[in-house]
């Protein structure tokens, strides 16, 4: 059962506009989120992240929102640019093993395809 | 520069011919995965790796080895490939298990026939 779920498969904004990407996590364990960004016939490359210590990330562009009561991130990119088309992956790290998660595993999502267009 | 690098970009082969793609990391890193891709799969972990010998299962592990002798390399191996192991293949390297990102390779689009 995927303990990461990225509801949307695929974002259309325009350029300039704000691209909200969210993510939805099931387990407690889970306590470290990255987000990575894909292009196609490339590996995925690490983009942000957010220790649950904190509530928001900021770097650049790109920030990233953690609501942990709510088991819930979003990704912000504000301005968008139609060089951040691309699939966005959320993953999730535990702080420990346990039944559902495993020690320095990455749990992804299955990504969502953002498209920016002029 | 710090990378991961697998091997080969691209491979065709036909069912049943064993076969390796191999994955160096030169950032001295622990933790090492692979994980294959799919069309609304997502990225799929196949093995991983927490240190030299110590392998564990990912979630699709069948039909796949792996092995770990030395820190750097962690090969994938495909004794019998079948055409549903038809994947784009990534490799990656993590520090260590909390609050760190994880590194991938380039990737190696494998078609089974």
């Known amino acids: 059962d995927q303990q990461v779920k990225q509801n949307s498969p695929s974002l259309s904004v325009q350029e300039g506009r704000i691209s909200i990407l969210n993510c939805d996590y099931t387990?407690?364990?889970?306590?470290?989120f990255l987000w990575y960004k894909k292009y196609p016939a490339e590996g995925p490359t690490f983009l942000i992240s957010?220790?649950?210590?904190?509530d928001k990330n900021e770097d650049g562009r790109f920030t990233v929102f953690l609501n942990k009561s709510a088991k819930h991130l979003s990704l912000h990119i504000v301005p968008s640019q139609p060089g951040d088309s691309a699939v966005y992956f959320c993953?999730?790290?535990?702080?420990?093993?346990?039944?559902?998660?495993?020690?320095?595993?990455?749990?992804f999502g299955r990504g969502t395809q953002l498209t920016v267009w002029p | 520069e710090a990378q991961v690098t697998q091997n080969p970009r691209y491979l065709i082969t036909v069912t049943g011919k064993k076969l390796t793609v191999t994955c160096s990391q030169n950032?001295?890193?622990?933790?090492m995965s692979w994980y294959r891709q799919d069309p609304g799969l997502g990225l799929r972990q196949i093995y991983y790796?927490?240190?030299?010998?110590?392998?564990d299962k990912g979630d699709v592990p069948e039909g796949y080895k792996v092995s770990r002798k030395e820190k750097r390399n962690f090969p994938l191996i495909l004794e019998s490939p079948s055409p549903n192991q038809t994947s784009l293949y990534f490799c990656?390297?993590?520090?260590?298990?909390?609050?760190?990102?994880?590194?991938f390779g380039q990737g190696t689009r494998l078609t089974v026939v």
């Open positions: 990656a390297s993590r520090l260590g298990p909390i609050n760190t990102e994880a590194f």
């Open positions: 387990n407690s364990m889970f306590d470290y």
């Open positions: 957010i220790s649950s210590i904190k």
């Open positions: 993953a999730a790290s535990p702080v420990k093993s346990d039944r559902g998660s495993t020690l320095g595993r990455l749990y």
């Open positions: 950032m001295n890193h622990e933790y």
């Open positions: 790796s927490m240190n030299v010998e110590v392998t």
